[in-house]
């Protein structure tokens, strides 16, 4: 069957049968750097602590669109548990829809191949467009990122090659392919919070300070603290804890420390300034020792409007006769690191159904208007 495959198609069975879990490329890169080479694309490979990332362009100065996304995949989990092996690119047909399986069809290869000879093929009929078009991968999206886009983001400054426009490649769609268009995401902030105690027996209370009981008024305080009403775009900002760590073990000991990670996900009327600041304040009226420490993983961006979103909304319509919604939800992208360059950043790809799961699969012919979406984007842009 998969020579009667697209050449989108065959990109993306190509590249899921690749086991490349973060921050492991394996070859996924050379796949799309020889099939954008052979378009007349300078590839430049870039490598940084273990993270491997490739920049294609075609062209020269404004306007800059560049297409992002990421090689790497979260682990399979139980093989056991799929139905089609987690590499298997199998293709089948369940009730009337074909389907390709495999870890990262959705999230995010599929999209990998939709850009890749999007790209090619607009390149073919437009070989003396105007502006700037590429493509950035990186192979440490699903992990911490450390040598990833934010790397490239620098050796982009330093090159002044600072993109117009960003189209990430992120399954966005919800219920239907082409319903949804991420045009921003919420910040996301992390707290290391080390609640301080007093270690010892349980039998002599009088003489231990749990700093689990501490934690707990801690967690509360912070779970049912309302943090902000919403802001135009964007949900209100949510707090939640993500790992507890306390005690030595044994049954008999009270914790002298208990380790807290937490997580907000916040919108434009908060910053780490204003949520360390409660958070200072609460440890401080409940007296509490504590030690924090904070990682900044994400400023909030949105994209209003403008030639790159209204260019996509309107290919949208022309390939598939629907509207798409706007959407600020959900957890975030490599968009974040691209947004503060002042880039104007959407999410567009297919749905978001199976991202991370057990048997991951996206409808085969979703890729194919994937494909066609972006040449008509590119072309309204560029052309």
Same mark, same amino acid.
């Given at each position: ?71 790497? +995949? ?50 073919? =009929? ?5 502006? *700037? ?15 990833? *886009?934010?790397? +490239?983001?620098? @050796? ?11 189209? +990430? ?40 300070? =749990? ?5 707990? #008024? ?34 008999? #000991?009270?914790?002298?420390?208990? @380790? ?46 403008? #030639? ?49 799961? +057990? ?25």
């Amino acid at each position: 069957m998969i020579n009667n495959l697209s050449d989108t198609l065959k990109l993306a069975v190509s590249l899921i049968k690749i086991p490349s879990v973060t921050p492991d490329d394996l070859g996924c890169q050379e796949l799309v750097r020889k099939r954008l080479s052979a378009a007349g694309f300078k590839c430049l490979t870039l490598k940084d602590s273990g993270t491997e990332n490739l920049l294609a362009l075609h062209g020269q100065g404004s306007p800059f669109l560049l297409f992002l996304g990421h090689t790497d +995949v979260v682990p399979p989990g139980d093989e056991s548990q799929w139905i089609h092996k987690p590499y298997s690119a199998d293709i089948e047909e369940k009730d009337g829809v074909t389907y390709l399986h495999g870890r990262g069809s959705q999230d995010m290869k599929g999209s990998d191949a939709a850009m890749t000879e999007a790209l090619v093929s607009f390149v073919r =009929n437009n070989p003396e467009h105007k502006g *700037t078009v590429g493509l950035l991968l990186t192979s440490n999206e699903e992990g911490d990122a450390k040598g990833g *886009t934010p790397f +490239v983001v620098e @050796y982009l400054k330093k090159q002044n090659l600072i993109p117009d426009y960003c189209l +990430v490649g992120e399954p966005s769609s919800a219920d239907r392919f082409g319903d949804t268009i991420k045009n921003g995401r919420r910040g996301s902030l992390t707290a290391h919070i080390t609640v301080k105690g007093v270690q010892g027996h349980v039998a002599y209370p009088d003489r231990c300070d =749990n700093a689990a009981h501490h934690a707990g #008024v801690l967690i509360n305080a912070l779970s049912t603290y309302k943090w902000d009403e919403g802001s135009k775009f964007f949900p209100p900002s949510s707090f939640q804890v993500t790992n507890i760590k306390c005690g030595t073990g044994a049954e008999n #000991v009270v914790p002298g420390e208990c @380790y807290i990670m937490c997580n907000w996900r916040y919108n434009d009327a908060l910053n780490q300034d204003k949520i360390s600041a409660v958070v200072d304040g609460l440890v401080k009226d409940n007296n509490i020792k504590a030690d924090i420490r904070y990682v900044l993983n994400g400023l909030p961006f949105i994209t209003e409007g403008g #030639v790159l979103l209204d260019a996509l909304k309107a290919s949208i319509f022309e390939e598939l006769g629907q509207e798409a919604a706007l959407s600020t939800a959900g957890g975030t992208s490599d968009g974040r690191f691209i947004a503060p360059l002042g880039t104007k950043v959407v999410e567009f790809g297919p749905r978001s159904s199976l991202i991370h799961k +057990v048997n991951e699969a996206v409808e085969l012919d979703s890729l194919d208007k994937l494909h066609s979406i972006y040449v008509r984007l590119l072309t309204k842009i560029f052309a």
